[in-house]
Structure formats: structure tokens, C-alpha cells
């Protein structure tokens, strides 16, 4: 019977600590209010006139703008060369802009008030912040107030919790 008791397994349990154990309590708040944007790409200015059984008794065209104003168009003098045969005639022509040298300044607000437009041109005003606002607690989430137009508030709560064995 001795012998039977000393064969018994050999059981150990480890204890748990509280050191095994990690909380991670994170908030954060960001606000983003939009700066303003102009985008302008100058375009040039091009004329080109194409055709078949025509006669051109003066070649439309352009005249050379200056750093102060556009180029100008010229008109032609175009006929059919001969009556009853078919006849084929394109005239197009793009007036580009004048070159601007400065730019207005930003406003009190922030915003370009009478920005410079090229012929491809992409603007934008600008956030308004108005009543944008966020707040950390150390009771609750974060909280966020909307802003004017062109804000962004974003408020966040991280919780982690980590247990090792």
C-alpha cells in the first residue's frame, strides 16, 4: 500500500501576479482647419486653320501679345477654289493668357480674396474654425465641437488591456 501512495503524480500550481497584468488607457483629440489653394496653370495660345479645294486670298492668324495683353485674332480671306468639286475647312484658335506677376496677399481670415485665374485654374478657400474645439478628460472619452466649413475634428479613446501567463 506504500508503495501505491509514493506513484501518486506530483501536481504543481503556480500562483497568478498582479505584474503579469497591464491597463493602457489612451485619448487623444485633433483638429485640422484647411489652409486655402490656388492652383493655376497658364495656358498658350494656338490658331491653326486646315482645308482641300480652298483658296486663300489672305491667311487668318494672331498677332504677338505682350507681357500686358493677349494676342490678337486676325481674320482671313478663304474661298472655294473650285465650284461644285467637294471642299473641306477648319479654323480654330485658342487666345491664351497674360502672364500675371503677382499675387494677392491672404486675408485676415486666411482666405486669397481676389486670387489670379489662368485658364486651368482650381481653387480653394480654406477652413473657417469658428467653433472648433476638442477637450482631454480624465473621466471620459474626449469630446469634439464642429468647426466652420473645411475643419476636421477627430476625437479618440484607446483601451488596451494585456495579461501574460
Given at each position: 500500500?506504500?508503495?501505491?501512495?509514493?506513484?501518486?503524480?506530483?501536481?504543481?500550481?503556480?500562483?497568478?501576479?498582479?505584474?503579469?497584468?497591464?491597463?493602457?488607457?489612451?485619448?487623444?483629440?485633433?483638429?485640422?482647419?484647411?489652409?486655402?489653394?490656388?492652383?493655376?496653370?497658364?495656358?498658350?495660345?494656338?490658331?491653326?486653320?486646315?482645308?482641300?479645294?480652298?483658296?486663300?486670298?489672305?491667311?487668318?492668324?494672331m498677332t504677338v501679345g505682350s507681357a500686358t495683353a493677349?494676342?490678337?485674332?486676325?481674320?482671313?480671306?478663304?474661298?472655294?477654289?473650285?465650284?461644285?468639286?467637294?471642299?473641306?475647312?477648319?479654323?480654330?484658335?485658342?487666345?491664351?493668357?497674360?502672364?500675371?506677376?503677382?499675387?494677392?496677399?491672404?486675408?485676415?481670415?486666411?482666405?486669397?480674396?481676389?486670387?489670379?485665374?489662368?485658364?486651368?485654374?482650381?481653387?480653394?478657400?480654406?477652413?473657417?474654425?469658428?467653433?472648433?474645439?476638442?477637450?482631454?478628460?480624465?473621466?471620459?472619452?474626449?469630446?469634439?465641437?464642429?468647426?466652420?466649413?473645411?475643419?476636421?475634428?477627430?476625437?479618440?479613446?484607446?483601451?488596451?488591456?494585456?495579461?501574460?501567463?
Open positions: 500500500m506504500r508503495r501505491a501512495l509514493l506513484m501518486l503524480p506530483f501536481f504543481v500550481m503556480s500562483s497568478v501576479s498582479a505584474a503579469e497584468i497591464t491597463s493602457r488607457i489612451t485619448d487623444s483629440v485633433q483638429l485640422t482647419v484647411d489652409g486655402p489653394m490656388v492652383q493655376s496653370t497658364r495656358i498658350g495660345s494656338s490658331y491653326s486653320v486646315s482645308g482641300s479645294n480652298i483658296n486663300v486670298t489672305t491667311l487668318g492668324g493677349p494676342p490678337t485674332l486676325t481674320d482671313g480671306s478663304y474661298a472655294i477654289n473650285t465650284n461644285g468639286d467637294a471642299f473641306t475647312f477648319s479654323e480654330s484658335s485658342t487666345v491664351g493668357d497674360v502672364a500675371v506677376t503677382t499675387q494677392s496677399s491672404l486675408s485676415s481670415g486666411g482666405r486669397v480674396e481676389t486670387p489670379n485665374i489662368y485658364g486651368n485654374s482650381t481653387q480653394y478657400q480654406g477652413g473657417t474654425a469658428g467653433t472648433l474645439a476638442g477637450a482631454l478628460s480624465a473621466t471620459s472619452v474626449p469630446t469634439v465641437t464642429a468647426g466652420g466649413p473645411g475643419t476636421t475634428a477627430i476625437g479618440q479613446r484607446t483601451v488596451e488591456l494585456s495579461v501574460f501567463q
